[in-house]
């Protein structure tokens, strides 16, 4: 089967529902997305939002607190862009009534966290951000916007010169020909390739490995996040053993890039 369309998206989580929400408004939009809306890292999200939305906070803080977390191997035009446009956003997320945690008079209720200066943490539904999010983002999609559920992209299909036109996928229906004048891949992350994750299992990188072997490029995929507690559950692992671990993931994702 073949379908015409304006935007193919692939995935279904924040970053999937957002560019959806927002294209939605003046063309022709379909996700598609290899599970059900409620199987994302977004979903599962838990600790909040980091962004700047209280007086006494700036961006420029926000910047540095972001460069010193990572020893400055960031790109920083990278990083600015992130915390100046992700701040207008969130911003504008709060007065389109993103249902937050608030205090008694009203103002976001703001956790700190990890490396930030700043209480600057946006929650809801206390340990369920991620799951409101994507409930309000689902309920913000303009109608022309079509979830195609349990369906996964297999295959970017390229023209003569190496632009992508479109996806082919496989689900319930069969196999479907996507041909679109633009593809999002907002696939996510590969943490299911991992013995100990708190991602899905579905999170399994599938298409990072399209992606390479069909030479679209790559950028800035040099670290695996990890954290202590997962792995320490199943495999009892010491925190020495465990930052040995991390190092060697660091030094095998950036084998990779
Ligand atoms: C337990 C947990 C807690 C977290 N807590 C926080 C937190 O507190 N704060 C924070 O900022 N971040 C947190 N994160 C990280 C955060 O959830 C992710 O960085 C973010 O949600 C990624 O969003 P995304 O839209 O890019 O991808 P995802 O939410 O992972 O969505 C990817 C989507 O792509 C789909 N997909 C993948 N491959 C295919 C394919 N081949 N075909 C079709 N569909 C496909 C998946 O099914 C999924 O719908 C947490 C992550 C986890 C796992």
Redesign the pocket.
């Known amino acids: 089967m073949d379908v015409k369309i304006d935007v193919l998206i ?8 957002q560019a959806a929400r927002l294209l939605g408004q003046q063309l022709q939009v379909q996700i ?4 059900s ?1 409620d ?12 962004a700047v939305t209280k007086p006494e906070d700036n961006t420029a803080y926000h910047i540095a607190d972001t460069l010193t977390a990572g020893e400055d191997h960031h790109e920083k035009k990278h990083v600015e862009a992130l915390i100046n446009d992700g701040t207008k956003i969130i911003q504008q997320f709060l007065m389109d009534d993103l249902p937050i945690d608030r205090e008694a008079s009203g103002a976001p209720a703001l956790g700190l966290e990890g490396a930030h200066s700043h209480h600057r943490i946006l929650h809801a539904g206390g340990d369920r ?2 799951q409101v999010f994507i409930d309000y983002l689902l309920k913000q999609l303009p109608s022309n916007v079509v979830i195609n559920c349990y ?4 295959e970017l299909l390229l023209n003569t010169d190496g632009a992508c036109i479109g996806v082919l ?1 496989q689900g319930t229906h069969g196999t479907k020909r996507y041909f679109a004048h633009h593809v999002i891949i ?4 590969a ?1 299911a390739l991992y013995p100990s ?4 299992a ?6 990072h490995s ?1 992606r390479a072997q069909q030479s679209v490029i790559w950028s800035l995929c040099n670290f695996i ?1 990890a954290y202590y507690g997962a792995t320490a559950k199943q495999k009892d692992l010491s925190q020495k053993q465990f930052e040995e671990l991390v190092g060697f993931l660091s030094m095998h994702s950036a084998d990779q890039s």
């Open positions: 692939i995935g279904s989580g924040i970053a999937a529902l598609v997305t290899k599970s809306v199987m994302s890292s977004s979903y599962r999200a838990q600790g909040g939002i980091a951000t991620g369906e996964m992209a297999y996928t907002a696939s996510g992350g943490g994750s708190t991602n899905y579905i999170n399994t990188g599938h298409l399209v996040q």
